[in-house]
């Protein structure tokens, strides 16, 4: 009786023997699940998020035509009561005082819309996030509005009227102010919507500390020069040239660049102990 016979397999020496299977960790940085787009991909998108938060701002701006005089009333009189005695704000064309209540509803309009186009600021950067970067959607879009319109009470309350009391003390006997509302809105709403932008530094850092653009260790070792530059900003964005002005905006953006610098230390990326 015959017994089949075997072939026994003996391995191979320098034959890698098969990889264990790599189980991934959240914070692997290989995670594909963040999708990818093509360049026209990106393009589209845009133009999506751009057309939802033009129609965001259409709406905002709708809502705000129905209180317009209470909105005109609440930005305007402080103006008028701070001006020397004898003096009026004026307008010069026929057609100013209602083009000041337009662009003063498209102000309010961006106000009240910012929840919606935070959320399509969002939607834009998404697609190139990973799935547990994701889950900072709300807490970015809280965040962001409450910051732009922490900015611009800040502009109202605080930076604007002492700017403006400043601007308003050259009457003298020989001469008064009587300015136009439009350029003095258009100042006020300049100054406006550049406070609320730079009060969104907190949130664009916590993303990009998430994304690891920046580290919190970058911020502090670089933060001289940030202070030069946050100055410049302030001279730049400050209608008037005294100092006063321009501290009263550069004191709030160290401020928030401190904190951001704490934001980006606890929720910014970690990096694996061997890259460091």
Do not use: C
């Not at 004898?86 to 064309?93: F, N, P, Q, R």
């Not at 300015?179 to 919507?193: C, D, H, K, Q």
């Not at 904190?259 to 460091?276: C, H, Q, V």
């Amino acid at each position: 009786m015959a017994f089949p016979f075997r072939k026994r397999t003996v391995p191979q020496i320098g034959t890698p023997a098969p990889a264990p299977p790599v189980e991934r960790s959240d914070d692997d940085p290989d995670d594909e699940s963040g999708g990818k787009m093509s360049f026209l991909d990106h393009l589209d998108e845009l133009r999506k998020r751009l057309v939802a938060a033009a129609l965001a701002l259409a709406f905002g701006t709708l809502v705000a035509f129905a209180f317009i005089e209470r909105i005109f009333a609440f930005i305007m009189r402080p103006l008028y009561e701070k001006l020397p005695a004898g003096s009026k704000l004026i307008y010069t064309e026929p057609t100013e005082a209602f083009m000041l209540y337009v662009k003063i509803a498209l102000l309010a309009g961006v106000v009240i819309g910012a929840p919606f186009i935070m959320w399509q600021l969002w939607l834009f950067i998404a697609p190139g996030l990973y799935a547990r970067e994701k889950r900072f959607a709300v807490p970015f879009i809280f965040m962001a509005t409450i910051l732009f319109v922490a900015g611009a009470a800040f502009n109202h309350y605080v930076v604007f009227p002492f700017a403006w009391v400043f601007l308003a003390s050259f009457s003298t006997d020989y001469m008064m102010i009587m300015p136009r509302i439009e350029p003095v809105f258009s100042l006020y709403a300049m100054m406006l919507l550049a406070m609320g932008a730079v009060f969104e530094m907190p949130a664009v850092v916590l993303v990009l500390a998430r994304m690891g653009v920046v580290t919190a260790g970058f911020m502090w070792r670089h933060i001289k020069y940030a202070i030069l530059i946050i100055f410049i900003v302030a001279a730049v964005i400050t209608p008037t040239g005294d100092m006063v002005t321009q501290s009263l905006m550069a004191g709030p953006m160290i401020g928030l660049y401190l904190f951001s610098i704490i934001l980006a230390w606890i929720f910014g990326k970690r990096r694996p102990k061997a890259e460091r």
